[in-house]
C-alpha cells in the first residue's frame, strides 16, 4: 500500500460497503490517505481488524435497513464492493441487487446526495468469447442467472443515480468490471501447485484476464478523483497480459521448481462453467479518461511478490526451501 494520494483526500469522507479482500484494502488506505472512513461488514472479526486500523465499523447485513441510521448519508466517497462469495443464486442475489437497492434507499433519503459513488462490478456480465477484445460498450449477459443479477445491479444503480430530479443517489457514479482479483493471499491457482497438484480442472487454452488488488485499489481511487467532466462511466479494469492458463501455470511451475501439470479437460466439481469462455478485456477507457496504468502489466510482475523465487514448496507434508 502507498500512502500517496492521487489528489488530497485528507478530511473528506469514504464509507465502504463490503469489506472483503479489494474493500477492507481499500477502507485501510483511506486512513493513511487521510479521510474519515466507515467500512459496513457483516463480520465482527473483520470489523475488529478494520477498527484497529482506524476505521469506524458497523456490523450489519447490506441488504437490510437496518444500518441506515447509523451511518451518515452524503459522504463524499462510497464504494460498494460486496460479493457473495459463493452460494447459490439467492446469495447473490441478495449481496449485490437487494444490496445495492439497499445502499441506494440509504442514499437517497438523507439531504445531501453521495459525492462520487463506485460499484465494482465484474468481466462476468460479458457473454463474449473466440478470442474477442471486450470493450464496455459490447452486450452483456442475460441468459446465465448470475451475470444477469450482475447486470441487473448496473442497472438499478444507473437508473438512480441518473435520475436528474430529487432525489437521486449521487452526484455522479462509476462501475468498475473487474477481471480476476489475485494478490497478496489471494492465489489459487498458485496454491494449487504448492499444493502438489498433478492434474488440474479444466483447459489451459484460454486466456485469463486478471488484475493485481494495488490495480484495483488504484482504479478505485483514480475514479473518486477523475475530473469533475468525468461522470457517468462504465469501466473494465484488466492487466495487460491476458495470458492463457496453461502460460501461467507453466511459468508458476517453474518457478516453484515442480513439474507442470496437465489439464483435465473435465471442469471442475464447483466450477460454474463448463469452458471458461477466451476473450481479452480491453481496459483503455479508464487508460484514456482516468489515466489509470497497471503497476502489474502481467501477472509475471503479480506474483514476483506472492511468488519469490525459491519459495517453500509443500513436498510429501514436508516444506521445503
Ligand atoms: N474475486 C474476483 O476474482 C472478482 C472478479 C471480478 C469482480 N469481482 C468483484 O469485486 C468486488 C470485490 O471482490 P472481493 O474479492 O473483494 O470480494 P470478497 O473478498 O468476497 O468480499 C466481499 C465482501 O462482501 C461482503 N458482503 C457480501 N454480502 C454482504 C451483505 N449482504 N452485507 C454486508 N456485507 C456483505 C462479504 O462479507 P462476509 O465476509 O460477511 O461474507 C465480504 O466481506 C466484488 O464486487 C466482486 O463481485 C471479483
Redo the contacts with the bound molecule.
Keep these: 500500500m502507498t500512502a500517496d494520494a492521487p489528489i488530497n483526500f485528507r478530511g473528506r469522507r469514504l464509507v465502504v460497503?463490503?469489506?472483503?479482500?479489494?474493500?477492507?484494502e481499500v477502507a485501510r488506505q483511506g486512513v493513511a490517505y487521510g479521510l474519515r472512513v466507515t467500512a459496513?461488514?457483516?463480520?465482527t472479526e473483520?470489523a475488529r481488524a478494520l477498527a484497529a486500523a482506524g476505521v469506524e465499523t458497523v456490523v450489519?447485513?447490506?441488504?437490510t435497513p437496518e444500518w441506515h441510521t447509523m451511518i451518515e448519508g452524503g459522504a463524499d466517497f462510497v464504494l460498494?464492493?460486496?460479493?457473495?462469495?459463493g452460494g447459490g443464486a439467492e446469495?447473490y442475489h441478495?449481496?449485490?441487487f437487494?444490496?445495492m437497492a439497499s445502499m441506494l434507499a440509504w442514499a437517497c433519503s438523507g439531504s445531501d446526495k453521495i459525492g462520487t459513488l463506485v460499484?465494482?462490478?465484474?468481466?462476468?456480465v460479458y457473454p463474449q468469447g473466440d478470442g474477442v477484445i471486450v470493450d464496455e460498450g459490447m452486450a452483456t449477459n442475460r441468459s446465465d442467472d448470475r451475470a444477469k443479477v450482475?447486470v441487473d445491479t448496473e442497472e438499478i444503480l444507473t437508473a438512480l443515480a441518473n435520475k436528474t430530479s430529487s432525489p437521486s443517489a449521487a452526484t455522479r457514479w462509476f462501475i468498475l468490471?473487474?477481471?480476476?482479483?489475485?494478490g497478496p493471499g489471494?492465489h489459487h491457482l498458485l496454491d494449487q501447485l504448492r499444493a502438489g497438484a498433478t492434474e488440474l480442472p479444466g483447459r489451459g487454452d484460454h486466456r485469463l484476464n486478471l488484475?493485481h488488488r494495488n490495480d484495483?485499489c488504484a482504479a478505485i481511487w483514480a475514479a473518486f478523483a477523475a475530473p469533475p467532466a468525468v461522470a457517468g462511466e462504465i469501466f473494465n479494469v484488466a492487466d495487460e497480459g491476458a495470458a492463457t492458463k496453461a502460460e501461467v501455470v507453466a511459468w508458476l511451475s517453474a518457478r516453484l521448481g515442480v513439474p507442470t501439470p496437465p489439464f483435465s479437460g473435465k471442469a471442475a466439481e464447483n466450477a460454474r462453467r463448463a469452458v471458461t469462455p477466451d476473450r481479452v478485456i480491453g481496459s483503455d477507457k479508464i487508460r484514456r479518461l482516468l489515466g489509470w496504468r497497471p503497476a502489474y502489466p502481467t501477472f509475471r510482475e503479480g506474483y514476483e511478490g506472492v511468488c519469490p523465487i525459491g519459495y517453500h514448496v509443500k513436498v510429501a507434508g514436508d516444506m521445503r526451501p
Excluded: K, M, P
Aim: with cysteine; hydrophobic share 35%.
Design positions: 460497503f463490503g469489506a472483503g479482500y479489494i474493500g477492507a459496513l461488514t457483516r463480520n473483520s450489519a447485513d447490506l441488504a460498494n464492493c460486496v460479493s457473495s462469495g446469495n441478495r449481496s449485490y437487494r444490496g460499484y465494482t462490478s465484474s468481466t462476468a450482475l468490471r473487474l477481471a480476476g482479483i489475485y489471494r488484475a484495483i
